[in-house]
């Protein structure tokens, strides 16, 4: 069964500073890689997705991305972060081929500090 | 496209009441996930399904819990009788044929009292 970690359950940090959410995945074979976004009382939003090739994903917003397989890891970072970024950030995971059915972590809730 | 659709955005309902959420996908997506989010438990998929069949409810917690996809532009989850411990916010996602992002509602905050 796929599972994922997401072992920080709060990160705080500065406007402008750097970021680094963390995301340990458990998959029998290749996974399927997503983080999305939720703002609060939204639905939630995909930030990026990782399915082949290149390791390292950039998505919207600024954030980027990096599959690590020897580390089952995929963290999520963003050089500079806007008060704004401000929301709950969920890993996910999902079987490849075919239509997927992601499987979340518990969440990070980010807060950006002025 | 609107997006996924849902109704009600929130619903308060005493304890033993039938409740049913709405769920309108994007139109031509052909697979609808229904899940819960709670502060306990996280984001729950409850179930799946594919050209409007269930595929997969093992994550609908008990007997209570039903959901049904009449045709590809309409879901419903129904709680039968309800209890405070459903109090959660439910999502609908879709996706498309062969898709590889689910899209996601804004959910249904409920609340049982």
């Known amino acids: 069964a796929q599972s994922v970690t997401q072992p920080d359950i709060h990160i705080t940090v500065s406007e402008g500073a750097s970021l680094e959410l963390r995301c340990n995945y458990s998959?029998?074979?290749?996974?399927?890689l997503f983080w999305y976004v939720q703002s609060p009382g939204q639905g939630l939003q995909l930030l990026l997705k990782?399915?082949?090739?290149?390791?390292l994903v950039q998505g919207i917003k600024g954030f980027e991305a990096e599959f690590k397989r020897s580390q089952s890891s995929f963290n999520l970072r963003k050089p500079s972060v806007h008060w704004s970024d401000a929301a709950e950030y969920f890993c996910?995971?999902?079987?490849?081929?075919?239509?997927?059915?992601?499987?979340f972590g518990r969440g990070t809730s980010l807060i950006v500090h002025p | 496209d609107a997006g996924v659709i849902q109704s009600p955005r929130h619903e308060v309902t005493e304890m033993g009441q039938e409740v049913t959420l709405r769920c309108k996908p994007i139109?031509?997506?052909?697979?609808l996930f229904w899940y819960r989010q709670t502060m306990m438990r996280g984001l729950e998929l409850l179930i799946y399904?594919?050209?409007?069949?269930?595929?997969?409810d093992s994550g609908m917690p008990e007997d209570r819990f039903s959901a049904k996809m009449p045709n590809a532009s309409f879901s419903t989850l129904k709680i039968q009788p309800s209890e405070p411990r459903d109090s959660a916010v439910y999502f609908c996602?879709?996706?498309?044929?062969?898709?590889?992002?689910?899209?996601f509602g804004q959910g249904t905050r409920l609340t049982v009292v």
């Open positions: 139109s031509g997506h052909n697979s």
């Open positions: 996602a879709s996706t498309n044929r062969g898709g590889t992002e689910a899209f």
């Open positions: 998959y029998g074979a290749t996974p399927y």
């Open positions: 990782y399915f082949s090739g290149d390791t």
């Open positions: 996910a995971v999902g079987a490849s081929g075919g239509s997927y059915i992601p499987t």
């Open positions: 399904f594919n050209n409007n069949v269930p595929i997969d």
